[in-house]
């Protein structure tokens, strides 16, 4: 989270924040994920994951689906013959 500070580029700091703002979503910290999606909006406002995550927080999506959702994507990656990296929960 380094790369999120004050002297990042903006763009390393919307990816850390968004990163940020993801890993507080899924263990379910509503309030720490929206203090760090709006971080990643306010150095980039086009920043697509952020404003996706952004959007289920405030629509009140609950983070099992979260969670749900990229577990689907890693699977589907994975049908494609696509490794992305050990799983961490």
């Not at 720490?32 to 996706?52: E, F, I, K, N």
């Not at 099992?64 to 890693?74: F, P, T």
Request: hydrophobic share 40%; net charge negative.
């Amino acid at each position: 989270m380094v790369a999120a500070g004050p002297g990042a580029a903006r763009p390393d700091r919307a990816e850390a924040a968004a990163l940020l703002g993801y890993c507080a979503y899924t263990r379910g910290d509503g309030p720490l994920a929206g203090v760090a999606l709006d971080a990643a909006l306010s150095a980039d406002p086009q920043h697509r994951m952020a404003t996706l995550l952004e959007l289920g927080l405030q629509t009140g999506m609950p983070p099992e689906r979260l969670q749900r959702l990229a577990d689907s994507g890693r699977e589907t990656a994975a049908d494609l013959g696509v490794r992305l990296g050990p799983e961490s929960r």
